[in-house]
């Protein structure tokens, strides 16, 4: 090859006619022309179509994402040396928990590595028994009832706190007074995990972030709502409404999906209604009677989807009003009146043509038609609450306050301490003009239930006090009311209804609605197919 020129970058001999580089520059320089700076690494080097990056930084890591070095391997050096670590480690026979096994023994290292010694035996500082210590030189049973346990961690919770609130040593006595020592210092530990968490510290803040997802807020949102709504600290919760909330969208859940849309508008018309009627100062309507209503529409979208193949509120017809409320003929009443409101709503809102329920009744005699306690039955109730002293003490109260006072549940369970007389040996029942004297019967069962409030050690208020809500200010739920004389086989709305009949029939109507605090057309019902034989006979003789 014959030498043409010099090479215009290196010197050397250029032998090809029309270069101007050697060939061990041609080809670098083309190499170069190749070459784009990598995203990934900055680096000049050929780029691969898929990815933009070049090979190197194209091999990621299948856990972290890094970049991939080996070409024999799809996770890069620390996620690779991660992995095997894990692969190695297996289940402890002893323990259960995953490590690493060791061949003397079998177990993981920690069970393998003796513990620390115990400390012998002492005389315990609150028993005097020789046991071994847990803390503040008393035995375990004795630290676990020592009272002074909720104030040293809220001591100690101050301590770590840069800026420890001011209510903390009042709500270390609120929870020392309605908890077990051990239980107030967890629910003190709790609130400590809240205070160092980063997020406010404001009273309304912590009352949100302390409760527990689910329908149950937990204890601890539950006591520092009672603490900082009675400190006028912040605002409730609202934790009935959020259930009753709940309770609603189950029963909307529950209505075929087609015929779904229309109930869940009529649920947010009757919310909306309720608001007015507070606005406005009027009767709102209760969760309950707007649960009620949204349960007889459930039902009948049911019937409509599963008997009739209907999926149109559309194509209702009186018929089929009259066959689902035929299936249940007791609830007629109450079920045509829900559904009169759903379907004159719904015509409203121009989702049906017409009224399916027009021209439908529910007529009934006016009357009282349930079922009364036989005098029997009611001889038997009384020597039970009165001699057997193994029966409960809320049962004895709520079934002779029941059974001779005519008290409703909504009465027993508004009673507070400050409605006993202890002088005229009277209570004051809800809204009725005039304490309520007692017999002596009905006076001994209360002191039970006063002696075993005073065991339960609680500043609750009610004198009906559960183990639910003796760390609380809130009543007896409505469920143990009307199921705390289950096991004597009764339930305390036939009490009632057993008392007033027998009084309305015996007694002059406008005395037992005044003595009661009823109206007296709630009184009169009690009368029906009922013949006041001395009437009868004196009009008898005038004839």
């Known amino acids: ?78 996620c690779h040396h991660r992995r095997e670590r894990e692969q190695a480690r297996q289940a402890c026979p002893r323990c259960g928990k ?69 209510w903390l040593g009042d709500f270390a006595g609120c929870a020392a007074a309605g908890f077990a020592p051990s239980r107030a210092a967890g629910l003190i530990g709790q609130l400590g995990r809240l205070l160092q968490d980063g997020g406010s510290q404001h009273p309304q803040a912590l009352l949100d972030r302390s409760r527990l997802p689910g329908r149950s807020p937990g204890t601890l949102a539950r006591t520092l709502e009672t603490f900082f709504v009675t400190r006028g600290l912040a605002l409730p919760a609202g934790q009935a409404g959020q259930l009753a909330a709940g309770r609603r969208q189950r029963r909307i859940d529950a209505v075929p999906g087609p015929l779904r849309p229309a109930v869940a508008a009529f649920a947010d018309a009757c919310l909306k209604a309720r608001e007015r009627a507070r606005r406005s100062g009027t009767r709102p309507r209760a969760d309950s009677t707007i649960e009620h209503r949204l349960s007889v529409i459930r039902d009948l979208a049911i019937f409509l989807a599963a008997e009739r193949g209907k999926r149109d509120w559309a194509t209702v017809d009186v018929h089929d009003i009259e066959t689902f409320l035929a299936t249940r ?40 038609r349930g079922p009364t306690a036989a005098l029997a039955l009611q001889r038997q109730l009384f020597r039970r609450w009165t001699t057997d002293r193994a029966t409960h003490p809320h049962e004895s109260l709520t079934g002779l306050l029941a059974l001779l006072h005519g008290a409703t549940c909504a009465e027993l369970r508004g009673l507070v301490i400050t409605d006993i007389h202890a002088a005229a040996q009277a209570v004051q029942l809800g809204r009725r003009p005039a304490p309520t004297p007692l017999d002596p019967a009905t006076w001994t069962a209360l002191q039970r239930c006063l002696d075993r409030r005073a065991q339960l050690g609680t500043a609750n208020q009610h004198v009906l006090v559960t183990r639910q809500t003796k760390s609380t200010r809130e009543p007896a739920s409505a469920y143990y009311l009307s199921h705390i004389l289950d096991p004597a086989g009764v339930r305390p709305k036939l009490l009632r209804s057993t008392r007033l009949a027998e009084l309305v029939n015996t007694l002059d109507p406008k005395l037992v609605s005044a003595a009661f605090g009823m109206r007296p057309e709630g009184v009169t019902i009690y009368l029906a197919d009922h013949v006041d034989e001395g009437r009868l006979e004196r009009r008898t003789r005038a004839t």
Not at 52 to 75: E, F, I, L, Y
Not at 137 to 159: E, H, M, T, Y
Not at 329 to 337: C, D, G, I, T, Y
Request: glycine share 10%; net charge positive.
């Open 1 to 78: 090859m014959k030498r043409q020129r010099d090479c215009a970058r290196c010197g050397a001999a250029v032998g090809i006619i029309g270069r101007d580089y050697c060939c061990r520059c041609w080809h670098r320089q083309r190499a170069e022309a190749a070459r784009s700076s990598c995203p990934g690494c900055g680096l000049a080097r050929a780029l691969l179509a898929g990815t933009g990056r070049c090979k190197t930084c194209s091999r990621v890591c299948a856990d972290c994402g890094g970049p991939v070095r080996r070409r024999d391997r799809d996770r890069c050096t620390r």
């Open 98 to 166: 995953p490590g690493y096994l060791r061949e003397q023994t079998g177990w993981c290292g920690s069970c393998s590595r003796p513990g620390p010694p115990k400390d012998p035996p002492r005389f315990c500082a609150g028993c005097g028994e020789v046991r071994r210590h847990c803390g503040s030189g008393l035995c375990d049973r004795c630290w676990q009832k020592n009272p002074q346990r909720p104030f040293v961690a809220a001591s100690s919770l101050a301590a770590r706190l840069e800026d420890p609130p001011s």
């Open 329 to 368: 003929p007791a609830n007629r009443k109450s079920r045509l009146a829900a559904l009169r409101q759903f379907f004159g709503w719904a015509r409203t809102r121009k989702l049906v043509l017409a009224d399916a329920t027009r021209g439908l009744t529910a007529r009934e005699a006016r009357g009282f």
